[in-house]
């Protein structure tokens, strides 16, 4: 070994043309010299900050990083069983050429044969003008947890393309301990432009070599220009002992407690007089708030009242409470403003509406006529589809994060016209039809409600009804008619057409005869959604940067979904450290978790990069989504599950536990290779982390030329101007 003459220093070395050459930095750096076709000499970095040791070793600059670093194994279980996990491949990076646009989400699922063609359902890759290279990252299971138990690996993929003499595609594997790509096979067994199922098999050996930080990078490449290819499939399987999966049941509670934005609420007038924390005492978590506008019938709102509705706000925040809220003029009379008074009205509203929509569970389309329930108007607005159809769309316009309640499913009808009912795939959608629930003011008084339904075609009217109320809200107050208002058939009703909140002050004589009936104690608890963990399992040990696969088995006992939206969170809590994982996707959607029916979830849930090593608690979390309210737990969800429900976190205990243990650490690294006629720059560090490449013809004047992002443990830089600079220094650094 040559050794350079002093210890800060930087060395220009020669690359040989037909050897690549390594270079690994000490901390936090790593640096490489491209030299010219004749020995190289040492040369000096006068940069302190860049501390290194260089030296010559078989004609290529070789600066060594060394780490040590230990991983605990956690035994569990003394039993296993072989069992096979297929993953698709989240990432893919084009290296050269060019592919189409599709997301490489279409390649999780094989939906093409023969010779079928459907363009979205596949990604397309071309040839020309000089050949395609692409790197899919595919990550690892956790249940494979190292060379032990890791039994085989497999890439499967559905190919269509030329045959392998007009055109040879390859399939090769990084292996991260060598720095190479390995071969896995070719198009060779595939029939020329006919879908076909191609399997390679991983050399056999330490496949834990080929696991790195996480993840698997399979390089897909041509270098003829000659024709194009499709792959409409990609996954990679494994085949590992795993130990069982821990498994958690959990015991279902009849008691009665507060949820966000449902339940029995309470009457009140949106003031900032308001008593709001008797209305939290009594038990309810909403308040049906009215506005008297009466005053203002002729004129604009005065911005005292608009100060006094904001203060309001403030004092129902206070309260831990959620308002359902109506605007009107008048009570029994029906005398209302004009259409273009109220609209002037809405457009005054709309700031102090925008500024407290976290605390509006949900607006009722009020204004018009006798108690502002659409009947009897002064001024015909309840006759007028224009008018009604006007005001709507202008509380739609004016909260666009909340649904707007309308009396009468007819109502809805006249101004939505075909787009009643909606179909369920417009659920949630920004179709401003998709935010106008039902509100029925009258319920059980008559066969009819007293017109909510049409006389003549009451059945169909309420199908219509029960199936919007899935995914939009359902509520109003309950009149006495017996038996008809009985708790029989409040029941079967409330459960038809997915009640979430009713008033609990108007009529007493109803809610006095269900608590005599003994139906009451069920109707308080199934308004609105009410969810039961019926059992959990999750891996037992995740490294930081894999995936924890969790299986939830939940039910939604209540009469109703939510029908505002609201995060689910998978929260890791050992001692100290906390860290919160958004469980994504539609299913874990809570407005979409219906009642009747169970709901079994799956995820595959990334654990952060970041994460310390240790023994986990799990909970689920499912706080409100505004910043205001999230940290309190008033506004947090509790499941109906025995010795689950943490009150000082908002957090329901799963009872399962999870090892994060140490995750393996890529030292950062350089070496030169010509691929391509040009000189690439291969790098080499921990997954995610952004190296940033320099470069020098005077060890004292360093340029930045780049940077890159690794989306696993290697990257490639090709410098432009290599060619202009034969003597050109590189360094890397994170």
């Known amino acids: 070994m040559n050794r350079c003459p002093k210890k800060d220093m930087l060395m220009n070395c020669k690359i040989s043309a037909t050897r690549p050459a390594s270079a690994l930095a ?31 070793k078989s004609s290529a600059a070789s600066l060594i990083r060394g780490f040590a670093v230990v991983l605990a194994v956690f035994l569990l279980s003394r039993e296993v069983e072989a069992a096979t996990t297929t993953v698709a491949p989240t990432t893919l990076n084009t290296v050269r050429g060019v592919r189409s646009s599709q997301a490489v989400s279409v390649l999780s699922t094989q939906e093409e044969s023969g010779q079928s063609d459907g363009w979205n359902n596949y990604i397309e890759f071309y040839g020309a003008p000089a050949g395609y290279e692409g790197r899919f990252f595919f990550p690892v299971p956790a249940a494979v947890s190292g060379a032990s138990s890791l039994l085989s690996i497999q890439l499967s993929v559905q190919f269509r393309g030329p045959s392998v003499g007009s055109q040879r595609w390859r399939f090769e594997i990084f292996d991260p301990s060598s720095g190479a790509y390995l071969l896995l096979g070719d198009n060779a067994a595939a029939q020329s432009w006919v879908w076909s199922r191609l399997n390679y098999s991983v050399p056999a050996g330490n496949l834990a070599r080929f696991l790195a930080n996480g993840q698997v990078q399979v390089r897909f490449v041509t270098d003829s220009p000659a024709d194009n290819c499709d792959l409409d499939y990609a996954a990679l399987v494994f085949e590992a002992n795993t130990a069982p999966t821990p498994i958690s049941s959990y015991t279902e509670i009849t008691t009665e407690f507060p949820n966000p934005e449902r339940g029995f609420f309470r009457f009140s007038d949106l003031l900032p007089t308001t008593d709001f924390a008797a209305i939290r005492a009594s038990g309810a978590s909403l308040a049906y708030t009215r506005v008297q506008l009466n005053r203002f019938r002729t004129g604009p709102i005065s911005q005292a009242f608009l100060n006094d509705l904001s203060l309001a706000f403030t004092k129902l925040r206070a309260a831990g409470l959620k308002a359902v809220v109506r605007f009107q003029y008048d009570e029994a009379g029906g005398q209302d403003a004009t259409k273009d008074q109220i609209l002037a009205h809405l457009a005054q509203l709309k700031p102090v509406l925008q500024q407290n929509s976290h605390l509006i569970a949900t607006l009722q389309a009020g204004f018009i006529g006798a108690w502002a329930e659409w009947h009897t108007s002064a001024n015909g607005l309840d006759q007028n589809t224009a008018a009604k159809s006007a005001i709507v769309l202008a509380l739609l316009d004016a909260v666009p994060d909340r649904f707007v309640q309308i009396r009468t499913p007819k109502h809805k009808s006249d101004i939505f016209g075909s787009s009643f009912p909606m179909a369920d795939s417009a659920a949630f959608s920004s179709n401003r039809f998709a935010r106008v629930g039902h509100l029925n003011d009258a319920f059980l008084a008559s066969d009819d409600d007293m017109g909510t339904y049409p006389a003549n ?4 009217w309420k199908s219509l009804v029960a199936a919007e109320t899935r995914f939009v809200p359902m509520g109003g107050e309950v ?62 040990s995740v490294q930081p940067g894999q995936t924890l696969p969790l299986t939830l088995s939940i039910e939604n006992v209540g009469f109703a979904a939510m029908y505002n939206p609201r995060p689910v969170v998978l929260v890791f809590t050992s001692g100290l450290n906390r860290y919160e994982v958004p469980l994504t996707g539609q299913t874990f959607d809570p407005r979409r978790w219906l009642p009747g029916a169970g709901i079994d979830l799956a995820a595959q849930v990334p654990i952060p990069a970041t994460m310390a090593p240790g023994t986990y608690q799990l909970s689920l979390l499912l706080p409100d989504p ?32 999870v090892t994060v243990s140490a995750a393996s650490t890529q030292a950062l690294g350089l070496r030169a ?35 890159v992002t690794l989306t696993g443990t290697s990257g490639t830089f090709v410098d432009p101007a290599w060619r202009q600079y034969p003597r050109r220094l590189y360094r890397v650094r994170k």
């Not at 075609?457 to 169909?460: E, I, K, L, Q, S």
């Not at 720059?681 to 997954?687: E, I």
């Open 26 to 56: 000490n901390p936090p750096f790593a640096l490489f010299g491209k030299g010219a076709p004749r020995p190289a000499s040492c040369r000096f970095a006068s940069d302190a900050s860049w501390r290194s040791q260089a030296w010559l």
């Open 479 to 540: 009149l006495y008619n017996p038996p008809r208002s009985g708790g029989a058939t409040a029941l079967a009703e409330m459960a038809l057409l997915h009640f979430s909140f009713l008033n609990h002050d108007y009529q007493q004589e109803v809610i006095t005869s269900w608590q005599q009936d003994g139906t009451y104690p069920e109707i308080r608890r199934r308004l609105g959604y009410r969810f039961v963990l019926r059992d959990a399992g999750v891996a037992s």
């Open 626 to 657: 505004h910043s205001d309210l999230r940290p309190d737990v008033r506004y947090a969800v509790r499941f109906a599950n025995q010795g689950t429900w943490n009150a000082s976190s908002g957090e329901n205990a799963l009872g399962l536990s």
């Open 673 to 707: 290779v010509l691929e391509h006629g040009a000189l690439a720059l291969k790098l080499t560090a921990n997954s995610g982390e952004r190296i940033t490449i320099e470069a020098s013809d005077n060890p004292s004047n360093w340029v930045v030329i780049g940077s």
């Open 457 to 460: 075609a009451v059945p169909y």
